[in-house]
T-cell receptor
Framework: GAVVSQHPSWVICKSGTSVKIECRSL??????MFWYRQFPKQSLMLMAT?????????EQGVEKDKFLINHASLTLSTLTVTSAHPEDSSFYIC??????????????FGQGTRLTVV | GQNIDQPTEMTATEGAIVQINCTYQ??????LFWYQQHAGEAPTFLSY??LDGLEEKGRFSSFLSRSKGYSYLLLKELQMKDSASYLC??????????WGAGTKLIIKP
């Protein structure tokens, strides 16, 4: 099946610094990628939809200036958490669908990134 | 509006069968998914139903009734490694996934 690679798997950073998370589709092209955040014992919360070659679409309540998304190619989307604070500590997961053939079905997930801000 | 609901937690015995229900409401529907998620890991795909009926895949089966807005995931011959959270999600008319909060399944020996 299709593979989505997310890097890094975990990161610890100091409050006030920025962290970049990469999401790559390894064997398919993804026009659209999705970024989720998941707090302990809670479900996935969609943060934004990343569109190749255009601006990301953010969900209500998500600060676009704090969570910068760049989708520069059909296989790479990045999420940068700027000026991170301890409350940004969470599990961040990206996903993408193999949309070749026109029918969007299964969403493939990256491994997730555990961010801890100290 | 859209909403999706599943039980918060269930407990079952090793070797037994368990059914996890999921109900949803939406005006546009493009299929229902079940994912398994172990603690600290990303979800992994289990099943996708877009037509009514039962889809069987080894020990796991998934059922969908579009008219009732209802799905269930059936797990047979439970093993300890099946202890995980099970997430249901439907795809809306914009092909966006709407996620349930997940059902934590606890397997006891």
């Amino acid at each position: 099946g299709a593979v989505v690679s997310q890097h890094p798997s975990w990161v610890i950073c100091k409050s006030g610094t920025s962290v970049k998370i990469e999401c790559r589709s390894l064997d398919f092209q993804a026009t659209t990628m999705f970024w989720y955040r998941q707090f302990p014992k809670q479900s996935l919360m969609l943060m934004a939809t990343s569109n190749e070659g255009s601006k990301a679409t953010y969900e209500q309540g998500v600060e676009k200036d704090k969570f910068l998304i760049n989708h520069a190619s059909l296989t790479l989307s990045t999420l940068t958490v700027t000026s991170a604070h301890p409350e940004d500590s969470s599990f961040y997961i990206c996903s993408a669908r193999d949309e070749q053939g026109g029918e969007s079905t299964e969403a493939f997930f990256g491994q997730g990134t555990r961010l801890t801000v100290v | 509006g859209q909403n999706i609901d599943q039980p918060t937690e269930m407990t079952a015995t090793e070797g037994a069968i368990v059914q996890i229900n999921c109900t949803y409401q939406t005006s546009g529907f493009n299929g229902l998914f079940w994912y398994q998620q172990h603690a600290g890991e990303a979800p992994t795909f289990l099943s996708y139903n877009v037509l009514d009926g039962l889809e069987e895949k080894g020990r796991f089966s998934s059922f969908l009734s579009r008219s009732k807005g209802y799905s269930y995931l059936l797990l047979k011959e439970l093993q300890m490694k099946d202890s995980a959270s099970y997430l249901c999600a439907f795809m809306d008319s914009n092909y966006q996934l709407i996620w349930g909060a997940g059902t934590k399944l606890i397997i006891k020996p």
